[in-house]
């Protein structure tokens, strides 16, 4: 999608572009109860699939305006190349655009599943059950030895435990992300 937003010329482009941006800058809040109705009417309340479809929502227009503005940066001679020599637009994404936007596409990928890892709003009113929450719910329902001792040292411990997977992700891809996050920073 990142590439035909910003390689392929076609009415109703631009306006595409802005509907994706409005669609990141709506609160998660305001939009909740419509979002409610569309899960429970789709009968995907309670289950993996409703948090999947509300989490995509919210991501996918974000991943896609900065991939496209990764992908404008790409000199358009390598496309013009590839075409010359006879490769098709299948080629020229899969073989010459998708490696060198790889470094691009775990960054914007990483904050993606950040969002959606510690995303607590709709995990919370999508949800009903101990099956489908997500772990930052979970760790809200945690229980003391009474109303009045809430139990911090079970709170903080789950909350080590569940910044371990991100902590590991950043350290395997740091070198993937500090080029993509700076890719067309600087231009000449």
Do not use: C, H
Request: hydrophobic residues 60%; proline residues 5%.
């Amino acid at each position: 999608m990142a590439y035909a937003l910003s390689r392929v010329s076609f009415r109703g482009r631009s306006a595409l572009l802005v509907t994706m941006l409005g669609a990141t800058m709506f609160p998660q809040a305001a939009v909740l109860s419509g979002l409610f109705a569309v899960i429970r009417e789709l009968g995907l309340y309670n289950t993996w699939w409703g948090l999947i479809f509300s989490y995509l929502l919210f991501t996918v227009p974000f991943t896609v305006w900065v991939l496209t503005a990764f992908m404008r940066e790409l000199p358009q001679e390598l496309e013009e190349a590839a075409i010359i020599d006879g490769a098709s637009p299948w080629t020229v994404v899969t073989r010459i655009f998708l490696p060198l936007l790889a470094p691009a596409m775990v960054a914007t990928g990483l904050l993606a599943f950040i969002a959606a890892w510690n995303e607590f709003l709709f995990a919370l009113t999508f949800t009903l059950d101990n099956a489908a929450r997500t772990v930052p719910v979970a760790v809200t329902v945690f229980g003391g030895s009474s109303s009045f001792m809430p139990p911090y040292g079970n709170i903080m411990a789950a909350s080590v435990v569940v910044s371990a997977p991100l902590v590991v992700l950043v350290l395997v891809f740091q070198r993937w992300i500090t080029s993509g996050l700076t890719m067309g920073a600087v231009k000449g």
